[in-house]
């Protein structure tokens, strides 16, 4: 059985920093597609940033030069490195694989403070 398990959330002030990890058991990252999404109250769940399996990156225009999307084959993990972060950066943070279906972690909250 395939399970994403997002970490690493939490409360920081603006221009702060945060780390999240994303770990998968009953199958391995290495040959699929991840990403990262997040659903802000009220508003639609949108994507942060993609990484292929060859290692290709994709981001939204409004992280772009901020966050990095990571991956760590030999830990079966993908990370999403935030910095200089916004309070429109509120949400809560999914972890998101492709493989012979979709997948999705249960979330993790990060909220930003002015």
């Known amino acids: 059985q395939v399970q994403l398990v997002e970490s690493g959330g939490g409360l920081v002030q603006a221009g702060g920093s945060l780390r999240l990890s994303c770990a998968a058991s009953?199958?391995?990252?290495?040959?699929?597609?991840m990403a990262w999404y997040r659903q802000a109250p009220g508003k639609q769940r949108e994507l942060v940033a993609r990484?292929?399996?060859?290692?290709?990156?994709n981001y939204a225009n409004s992280v772009k030069g901020r966050f990095t999307i990571s991956r760590d084959n030999g830990k079966n993990s993908v990370h999403l490195q935030m910095n200089s972060l916004k309070p429109e950066d509120t949400a809560v943070y999914y972890c998101?694989?492709?493989?012979?279906?979709?997948?999705w972690g249960q979330g993790t909250q990060v909220t930003v403070s002015s």
């Open positions: 998101w694989m492709l493989s012979t279906a979709v997948y």
């Open positions: 009953g199958t391995a990252t290495s040959s699929h597609v």
């Open positions: 990484i292929s399996s060859g290692g290709g990156t």
